[in-house]
């Protein structure tokens, strides 16, 4: 039995157990007793398999418990003083982003302020330009009107003159002096419509950039209003909050050097129509004094010409056939100029429709592949060149056109008199009565006259421009 309930012990050094064996051995007697004990049968209990761990494991985990905490607190000061840094940063740096968008706001309204006065001031301008040229538009045609009863008064000299015959039916110097006299009327009327008609595409293209010059400002006063309306936000403003993908581009969006390049242009086009336009009053000015000028030393030499009867009227006739001839073989060669643009025009259709469908045929690209590449950037010239070609055989076809037409009118207008001069002669004493018809012309800026309604060659009058 004592074999059976003895435990064997195996000391180890440090151990309490065996400190206390060391003090058994020094005490016999206490030896003694405890052997006396073990004789006792004593009911063996089974120790739990947990690690144990010794004084020096201990004393290392408290002391690796304390130095972590110390890191861990060294850190944590650390991270505390970065973030209290980073704050002072990020508000110091907030504070003055949102100083600098608002320096850059008050800059951006000062020169959007400083572009809207330039185009109120062109605005001003291009009115009273346009009030200036409108004066010197009616002025011209009041003169083209004034040159009315001189051309009646010629063709009515011609027109007695025709109702010679036999022997009296010479041409002599005072049918020459009246066909000079009338081509000098028709000259005249033709240069001052032309004035005319330059004055009113004048105008239109001042109207069209002050409607330009409109546009622009309205714009800009649509862009103070908003600017302005940033510039009054602030961070404790109600109307502040996030918006889906604020920093996107939008799209038409233009970079600063094209927005004060837009300007500029508008600016640059209508100090250069202004220019225009007052170089355009001047020569209306001046050729005004200068026909009319014309026009009167025209009628003092067929005044004279009618006491000095001594030209033919054959000379007359076959002047007359020659400027017919000229007219007839130019309105045959105009005619087929006209035909030769016609066709030119309507070929320049295909390579348009052509460019036109290549295009819209490359907005079907998907994805990165809509790109404006070099083929794009060629098409796209293609088109505006095509554009430009045909506005131009349009424009030269009208022109041609209306040439034709004023050809043929004159061409009416010459077989009618050349049947008249060779009908009859026309009497002298008669046409210098109705000489006397003929007042002058020479009418001043504040002159009135009797104005009839005139339009220029596209059938518009003033009412039209205005309204």
Known sequence: MRDVFSVKFVPSP??????????????????NELNIMERIPKTKHPEKPIVHYGVPEWCNNNQKLSSTAEIERYASNVIRQESRSLRNVTTCTTNWDESDTSRMLRDRVYEVTRCKDQLIT???????????LTLSKIRTEETLAATAVPLEVSMESLTLREGREGFELVNDPVEKELKKEVHVIEKVQQALQQLIDQAFEQLCILQKIRQQLTGDLQNKVETLEIDNTCLELTITSSQ????????RIPAGSC???????????????????MQMSEQLRENMSLTRVKLQNDLKLQQRATEFA?????????????????????TENEIADMESD??????????????????HTRLENRTCRPGMDLCRDEAQRCLVDEVNKLQATIAILKEKLAEAQHSLQ?????????????????????LEERCINIRNRLIPILYGDDTPVPLLLLTSSSGRSDRHLEA
């Open 14 to 31: 440090g151990d309490e157990r065996t400190v206390a064996m060391e003090t058994l051995q020094q005490r016999p007697a206490r030896a």
């Open 338 to 355: 006209i035909f030769k643009l016609d066709a030119d025009l309507k070929a320049k259709t295909a390579p348009l429709k052509l460019a």
């Open 406 to 426: 004023r050809l043929k009118l004159h061409h009416n207008k010459m077989m009618q008199d050349h049947a008249r001069k060779r009908a009859s002669l026309c």
């Open 240 to 247: 502040i909050s996030l918006k889906p993908d604020p920093t």
């Open 122 to 132: 062109c605005a001003k301008k291009v009115d009273e330009e346009i009030q200036a």
């Open 306 to 326: 009618l006491r000095k009867r001594n030209h033919q009227e054959q000379q007359a006739c076959r002047e007359l056939e020659w400027q017919l001839k000229n």
């Open 255 to 273: 970079t600063p050097h094209e927005w004060i390049q837009f300007t500029r242009l508008n600016l640059a086009r209508a100090h250069e129509a």
